[in-house]
């Protein structure tokens, strides 16, 4: 059995594989299927068939009756943060924090993430990396600094701090930034887009990982918003905005943000209106379970904890809320530093209030919408992008099999070449 593509010089992919003999869940149905084989052409899937496909020259990839499905998609991750007290990035240079980036992306891999969106931190360094092949990673969707306002989410200073410190010697100073006004905001926004960025990260409520901001404060005002999202729409982008309340999320929805980040405290009106507006969720429960469970441990103070009690109340009612008014919720983990093990344990804790088929959309179909990606990622489509898990058994009948470290994956196939096989 041949398992590897064909390459040439200059990295360029040819030949093509067949992969035989497997059941297909394709997230577009309801169901596994089987009697279908599907074939590789270079970095695309060039075909899906329940008849035999005829080709001479392609590589024959027997699945052994394994599950096949496209490769997952984590909406809000942070590559860079490898603390999960995050001052503790301060004292770290940004090469070092780029070796810790290399080691989280590979591992993110390793569980089947084929594409990740960072919500904060990951530049179009990393990126390129990743794309010219000098690292192993998931493909990466990125919003280089997240921008909030003084005091807020992004402020991570000491009191006793007077200004920010520079970004070539303070990890954390370069994944987060400061704007005040509209001005500001408009500049910070088009500065992240200078750099090659895929949205803009906006805060608006307070958060479970920043020192001194109540969940419930109010951050950034609406014309501040509007001037962001007004940049972005310009530039070809959009805004996603972390907000925790309904009264944040309101405040969101009414500026024009497209996604809502987080959201655990959402209400009835707030998700008809976001549903009204047509926005998405990007849910990551498993980050609050991971806080309670460790975080002391890695330094995190009474206070931040005791913020991570009130958003965990509302997680699961915040899916049965998002699934009621129709809003799309996105497959997210968000862990910092050493928690980032548990990214793959979202599939189940959110099993308590979702069918698996919908946890599993939520990682294919709905994070390439929300990524502007539909037909190209989380799809097994004819021309969609040769991103492929080959699973040890049917995911819909058992969720942890997508769980752990990649245990249950025998192939994760990563733009039509094999990033892992273990196939028998």
């Not at 590897?4 to 992969?19: E, H, K, P, T």
């Not at 005002?221 to 530039?235: D, Q, T, Y």
């Not at 849910?283 to 965990?312: H, P, Q, S, W």
């Amino acid at each position: 059995m041949q398992t590897q593509a064909v390459r040439q010089s200059g990295d360029q992919l040819l030949g093509q594989m067949l992969f035989k003999n497997f059941v297909m869940l394709d997230p577009e149905r309801d169901e596994v299927l089987e009697g279908f084989n599907l074939l590789v052409e270079g970095d695309r899937i060039r075909e899906v068939s329940e008849r035999p496909i005829r080709t001479d020259d392609a590589a024959v990839i027997d699945c052994g009756g394994r599950t096949l499905m496209p490769g997952l998609i984590d909406s809000h991750v942070h590559v860079v943060l490898s603390e999960v007290f995050l001052r503790n990035l301060e004292n770290m240079p940004i090469t070092l924090m780029t070796a810790n980036a290399m080691v989280a992306m590979q591992s993110m891999l390793d569980r089947g993430f084929t594409s990740v969106r960072d919500t904060g931190g990951a530049d179009w360094g990393l990126r390129t990396a990743v794309e010219e092949g000098l690292i192993a990673g998931p493909r990466l969707f990125i919003s280089g600094r997240a921008i909030g306002p003084t005091g807020g989410h992004s402020d991570s200073r000491r009191r006793t701090d007077a200004g920010a410190r520079c970004i070539c010697c303070d990890a954390l100073a370069f994944s987060m930034c400061l704007a005040d006004g509209e001005a500001e905001v408009r500049k910070a926004a088009r500065e992240q887009m200078r750099q090659g960025c895929d949205h803009i990260k906006i805060m608006m409520s307070g958060g479970v990982a920043s020192p001194y901001d109540p969940l419930d404060s109010l951050q950034f005002s609406m014309r501040e918003v509007e001037a962001a999202v007004a940049e972005a729409k310009a530039f070809g982008r959009y805004v996603c905005a972390h907000a925790y309340s309904a009264e944040a999320i309101t405040r969101a929805a009414r500026g024009g943000v497209r996604c809502v980040e987080h959201g655990n405290l959402i209400d009835e009106p707030a998700a008809a209106l976001m549903a009204e507006k047509g926005m998405f969720m990007v849910a990551n429960l498993v980050a609050y379970y991971a806080i309670r469970e460790r975080a002391a441990e890695f330094g995190m103070t009474a206070d931040m904890l005791e913020k991570n009690d009130v958003v965990i109340e509302g997680g699961l009612r915040s899916l049965e809320i998002c699934k009621r008014a129709g809003v799309p919720v996105a497959y997210g983990s968000d862990l910092l530093g050493a928690l980032q093990v548990d990214q793959s344990r979202e599939f189940v804790i959110r099993s308590q209030v979702l069918p698996p088929i919908d946890i599993i959309r939520s990682a294919t179909t709905i994070g390439a919408r929300l990524l502007r990606q539909e037909g190209r990622l989380g799809c097994l489509r004819p021309d969609a992008v040769a991103d492929l898990l080959v699973v040890d058994g049917n995911p819909l009948e058992n969720l942890e099999l997508l769980a752990g470290q990649g245990q249950h994956l025998s192939a994760i196939v990563k733009d039509g070449v094999f990033h892992k096989c273990a196939l028998h």
